[in-house]
């Protein structure tokens, strides 16, 4: 069993910054695909971004670009998302998840495991 472990959620004010963590096993990290999602209340859970086993590919939806940066710790076998410039809808559960296909933008349709979820509150 695949364990997707985040980490780094909180509240934070409009402007800040904040870095969420997946933690997973070597195994996983090494042999698959790994991102995040997000979902509000009220909304459908959308695509963030992810990154490719091989830590040379990764997509970032339209509406981080520029302001989220996902990236891969291969010592601790960890993939990070460097969050900038939080607005109040960026407010969701972030939750971690892996697969064995990628695509750009990655899709719920090609993921395997998910992590618990983390919550990020940001506000005005």
């Known amino acids: 069993q695949v364990q997707l472990v985040e980490s780094g959620g909180g509240l934070v004010q409009a402007g800040g910054s904040l870095r969420l963590s997946c933690i997973t096993d070597e195994r996983t990290f090494s042999r698959s695909v790994v991102g995040w999602f997000r979902q509000a209340p009220g909304k459908e859970r959308e695509f963030v971004a992810a990154?490719?086993?091989?830590?040379?590919?990764?997509s970032h939806a339209n509406s981080v670009r520029g302001r989220f940066t996902i990236s891969r710790d291969d010592a601790k076998s960890t993939v990070n998302l460097q969050m900038t410039n939080l607005k109040p809808e960026d407010t969701a559960i972030y939750s971690c998840?892996?697969?064995?296909?990628?695509?750009?933008?990655?899709?719920?349709?090609?993921?395997?495991?998910w992590g618990q979820g983390t919550q990020v509150t940001v506000s005005s």
């Open positions: 990154s490719k086993w091989d830590g040379e590919s990764a």
């Open positions: 998840a892996s697969g064995f296909v990628y695509a750009d933008p990655w899709s719920e349709r090609l993921v395997s495991y």
